[in-house]
């Protein structure tokens, strides 16, 4: 009985210290001290940035802009608007992106005008169909809050830089544009990013710039209940995302750069308004960001590159770090402790080696078997995976995260109390078994389910054929954890900590009590607080996980890490959880998840999303209504057959070469772009496309019939047409879109050229949209209209 209390007094500690954790602070008033970072006062200007969608070139941006440069003329900052353009490729060149972009720049002078200076930077164009009150606006008005509290605190060592960038969510155009010409730049030493990938959440470090010793101690010292890890950092550069952060590291500069990803449905979403946005979330960035830019502008000198380091917050204020060769101290005491543990143990005569390799077997159960029931869990759903097609589980995402949560809990528990029960090989392997299979019931076969769950019943088959006991069990556990952290530690030092320090926890829990051979209320007392330490601890990092990526299996590894810190709490062969209450928590978890999947998410808070547009082929004459999101709601497929037409999967090139859901449509009048091309007097070729007036998206596909060198977008280099017969797409977005391709070929030829410009408005001639009901919203470049047709020009 002792033993279950103390397990449940564990449990709920650990979920209170978490939930503290991950709690946004509540927001300043609008008359706290000046000083002060105050999300009242930043959201004066988020209401105003966000009160309506405003990508990059469309005439609410050009507000946005003027609004910028008059809060930044009242701050004292002289701003002015810098125009310029930039390009965005693929890997392989076969995608180009463009656009023009009106950058905002305001500078708040320090002492030393020549010393390198503190940018702190944001994006203020949104994407088609969002206010972008999150995405990021919230970025821009804690900028703006920020340099006036800086200013309040008196004149800086060095200039701050206030750098508000245009087209971010088109390509990164501002900032690679600031970047790669701006001489303003070559004045930046350090840089403070800002950005969002949802309304809510603890404001996140999550990246740096490279050697960042000195960076990460800057942070150490003034960051409020930071949210950080090495962790992080090391995740986000192996991943496809990029921010307005990118730039800056390719210009080799040292930064910070901060974000919040929680309730992900309004990412770029028409739900990302001021009244969505969590005030709380914009205070905890914004304290964050200007206690390191107070520093950084102040001090005497700019953080210099050092050393990467290792690093994550514990609790509270604090961060540990250390560099990456000291993390084998830690795996070094894990080790020795492990080592008392097991002397303590078999002094005791409570050891068996044949426990120990079946605490081993467990742990690669917790692993498989974790593994293939929480990728069930994910497609039990019913959801698909993509950008668009994961929204419906985002509108119940704290919902999903709890039955998520059950789910791991419970198999935990299920194993600890098997294990120390024997004879469960049948149940324990036909568990895991069965999820595995399962996996490929809903949206096909599904070879890594399938995988795991062999896996796990591979093992659970041996594992469980006998009862072991605590010690040996918990040890075996242990060895695989100390396994993990060395190869950690080895191949990648900036990770090694997840599985070090709760390890560390776990194996000072064991030899304090001999690997739990002891009953007495001290130890089973020490047992619960390392244990809920670790468990909260991990469960922030979870949680991060959680939203940061949709691979729930990943969270497995959380689930063998918290059965090393409860193991001893749930696994004797005398209390503990129990086998029942075990199962009854697995069961709890796959409930919600139905529940999930059974209740359909959609109401006026979380809309579901419509893209309709009106596609106008004007070489054939043929019009197509069109919807481009994955599911056709009610609504849009009234839209789509409004002129009788019957729905089928249609490609309508150039901007969707896949089959999308589309209906014919009466043609209606369509002002058509322009294309031309001539040979330059020093033998080049130029193709000029133009949009036609109040187009803002101009998409461009060519092929050519000889290969072409020394080819340029709008005056930059751009590697492309180099490959006869290949594609290229081109895509260009600003206020009056038009490309003009140069390039050198290697003889007389021909280019097919297919365009498409959108216009984000329905045509005037067609049957209007219906109303829109509350639960279902616009999204992207819905309601637009898009002129296509295809030229041939030779040469």
Known sequence: ??????????????????????????????????TTFSAARAMVDDRVIARAPHPVGSVANAQVRDYLVRRMTELGLSPQVRRDRALEHDEHGAVVRGGDVENVIGVLPGRDRAAPAVAIEAHYDSVAGSPGAADDAAGVSAALEIVRALKAHGTPARDVIVLITDGEEAGLFGARAFYARDPLARHVGFVLNMETRGSAGRAQMFQT?????????????????????SLAVFLYEIMPNDTDFTPVRQAGLAGLNYAFIGRQFDYHAASSTPRHLNQGSLQDMGRQVLAAARAAAFDPALPARTPDVVFAQTFGNHILAYPPAAGWLAVALAAALLAVAVWRARRAQAWSWLDLAQGVGVAVYLLAGAGALLRLARRATGVGFGFLEQRPLLAEAARFELGLLLVGLGLALYAASSLARGRMRLAAAGLVAAAGLACSAFGGPDPIGLALGVAGAAVGAVVFLRAANTAGAWAGLLATGLAAAVALQALAPATAFLVAWPLALATTAAALSGLAISRRWPLLTAEAVLGAVGLAWLGGLAHGVYLALDVPELLAIFVWLAAMLIWPLAHPKFAGAGRLTAFAVLLAGLAVVVSVRLDAPWSARYPQETQVVYHQDLDTGRAHRASLTPELPAWARTVLTADGGEIAKRSLPPLWNRPVTSAPAAAVAVAAPTLTLARRPDGRVELTATAPPGARILALNLRSSVAAAEASLNGLPAAILARPGEWTRLRWE????????????????????????????????????????????????????VAAGARTLSW
């Not at 710039?209 to 890890?229: E, I, Q, Y």
């Not at 219906?770 to 279902?776: C, F, G, L, N």
């Open 1 to 34: 009985m002792g033993r279950t209390l103390a397990l449940t007094a564990c449990l709920v500690a650990a979920m209170l210290i978490a939930w503290f954790e991950q709690r946004s602070p509540h927001p300043r008033p609008a008359d706290a001290p000046a």
């Open 209 to 229: 710039g490279a050697d960042n010793g000195a960076t990460v101690a800057l942070f150490r010292r003034t960051a409020v209940r930071p949210s950080s890890s």
């Open 734 to 785: 600003s206020a009056s879109p038009r490309m003009v391709v140069v390039f050198r070929p290697a003889g007389p030829g021909a280019v097919e050229a297919s365009y498409g410009a959108v216009t984000e408005s329905w045509p005037a001639d067609a049957k209007p949209l219906p109303a829109r009901p509350a639960d279902v919203m616009a999204f992207d470049i819905s309601d637009s209209t």
